[in-house]
C-alpha cells in the first residue's frame, strides 16, 4: 500500500511540475541564488562548505547519486549525463550537446556557453588552424586557448582566446602561445632536418627564431 501511495505522489508531484514548470523553474533559482548570499547548502539548512554551494554532507551524496546514474545510463547505452541517445561513438557516453557542454565548463567556465563553442567549431569549418585536419566532435577536436589561461588569467573565459585544434597539436603546443610555438618548431626544423632541408632553406629559417 505504502508503495502504491508512493507512486500516486509521485505521479501527482509530477503532473503539477508540468503544469506549473516555469513557475517552479524561477522559484527554485531564486530559491538558490538566496541560499548562495547566505551561504546556505542548496538541498539542506546547513552552511555551506567554503567557496561551495552545498554543504560537504550534501556534496557526498549527490557525487554517490551522480554516479550510481551515471553507471546505471552507461549500462543501459544512454548518455551518461542526461540520459538522451549517445552520438558520439562507441565509449564516449555522451551525446553531442552533453559534450558541449563538458567543454564549456572545463574551457569556459559555464555549461551554458556551449552553442559559443559550437558556433566556434562551425566557423572553422571542424578545421584545425594549425594542422589543416578535420577535426571530429568525441575523436580529435579539442578546445586551446590561443594565449595560455596560465599566464593570462585575465583571458581564461574569453570565447575569443578560445580556438579549436586537433588534440594532438593541442598536447605538443602545451602552455606556449602562437608565437612561442612557432620559434620552437622553426628550431626543431633548423636543428633535427638541416641536412634534408638545404643551407639556404636552413639559413632562412635560422632568422626567424
Not at 565548463?105 to 559550437?118: A, H, V, Y
Not at 585575465?154 to 602545451?174: C, G, H, P
Not at 612557432?182 to 632553406?201: D, E, N, Q, T, Y
Amino acid at each position: 500500500m505504502k508503495e502504491t501511495i508512493k507512486g500516486d505522489d509521485a505521479s501527482r508531484n509530477l503532473a503539477y511540475y508540468r503544469r506549473n514548470k516555469e513557475k517552479v523553474n524561477a522559484y527554485k533559482k531564486e530559491d538558490r541564488a538566496r541560499r548562495k548570499s547566505e551561504g546556505i547548502c542548496y538541498t539542506c539548512p546547513n552552511p555551506a562548505a567554503e567557496g561551495k554551494v552545498t554543504c560537504e554532507v550534501c556534496a557526498i551524496k549527490n557525487k554517490a547519486s551522480f554516479e550510481k546514474t551515471r553507471q546505471r545510463r552507461i549500462e543501459a547505452g544512454e548518455c551518461y549525463q542526461c540520459g538522451g541517445i549517445p552520438t558520439l561513438g562507441e565509449g564516449n557516453g555522451l551525446c553531442i550537446d552533453c559534450w558541449y557542454k563538458k567543454k564549456a565548463t572545463d574551457n569556459l567556465g559555464s555549461p551554458s556557453r556551449w552553442q559559443e563553442l559550437k558556433d566556434k567549431l562551425e566557423s572553422q569549418n571542424f578545421t584545425c588552424p594549425y594542422t589543416g585536419k578535420k577535426l571530429i566532435p568525441g575523436t580529435n577536436a579539442s578546445v586551446d586557448h590561443i594565449f595560455p589561461s596560465s599566464t593570462n588569467p585575465e583571458l581564461e573565459f574569453e570565447i575569443s582566446n578560445v580556438e579549436w585544434v586537433d588534440t594532438q597539436f593541442n598536447r605538443i603546443k602545451s602552455d606556449l602561445n602562437p608565437d612561442q610555438f612557432f620559434h620552437m618548431a622553426v628550431a626543431v626544423l633548423v636543428r633535427r632536418f638541416k641536412s634534408k632541408l638545404g643551407v639556404k632553406i636552413t639559413l632562412l629559417l635560422s632568422k626567424l627564431i
